[in-house]
């Protein structure tokens, strides 16, 4: 799966930031989506899981704060960033990997660092 994301930038604390993910190239039928992060010095974490239902379960330190969503042939995915902190600096990045290979959850993403498809990365940055 090739995966590009969009939308990064620069915002002060309290503001808002929409993330896209664009992607091709599915091979399998069902997939799961992912936002991921990582700061300077720390380890990628995953931010929000949408299964291949759509049904989108997300990290305790986000959840109230961002929505995530996708189309219906996984071709685009949002995640739509609101009340950032400047702890949500971080390079974001978008993933999928083929469903069967886990269950498509916020507490079981290993997998995709192991076997999943990932985009390049975009930079947030949240000032106080």
């Known amino acids: 799966v090739q995966l590009l994301e969009s939308g990064g930038g620069s915002v002060a604390a309290g503001g808002s930031l929409t993330l896209s993910c664009a992607a091709s190239?599915?091979?399998?039928?069902?997939?799961?989506m992912g936002w991921f992060r990582q700061a300077p010095g720390k380890e990628r974490e995953g931010v929000a899981i949408i299964d291949s239902n759509g049904r989108v379960d997300y990290t305790d330190s986000v959840k109230e704060r961002f929505t995530s969503s996708a189309s219906d042939d996984k071709s685009t995915i949002v995640l739509q960033m609101n009340s950032l902190r400047p702890e949500d600096t971080a390079t974001y990045y978008c993933?999928?990997?083929?469903?069967?290979?886990?269950?498509?959850?916020?507490?079981?993403?290993?997998?995709?660092?192991?076997?999943?498809?990932w985009g390049q990365g975009t930079q947030v940055t949240v000032s106080e």
């Open positions: 993933a999928a990997i083929w469903s069967v290979m886990l269950t498509c959850s916020i507490k079981t993403t290993g997998p995709f660092e192991k076997f999943g498809d």
């Open positions: 190239g599915f091979t399998y039928p069902t997939y799961c």
